[in-house]
């Protein structure tokens, strides 16, 4: 069986594999728990969640952390 990655527009990630989420946090630059959430929030669609990540933060989370000195 071929590994799946989330790297297709029409590509779904699940949640419960967390090597799948942790690549996606890591696309994303966001957390886990943040993909889990955006999940919950639109579905498992990777598009789709990249839409509602971006659209939710104005900045990333490095630029968040470092702005917090």
């Given at each position: 069986m071929p590994q799946h990655e989330a790297s297709?527009?029409?590509e779904s990630i699940d949640v419960n594999s967390a090597s799948a989420v942790e690549d996606l946090a890591k696309r994303?630059?966001?957390t886990p728990q943040q993909?889990?959430?955006a999940v919950k929030?639109?579905?498992s669609?990777?598009?789709d969640l990249?839409?509602?990540l971006k659209g939710t933060r104005s900045s990333?989370?490095?630029q968040r952390?470092?702005?917090q000195s």
């Open positions: 297709s527009q029409a994303f630059d966001a993909i889990r959430d929030a639109v579905g669609r990777v598009a990249e839409l509602h990333s989370n490095e952390v470092d702005g």
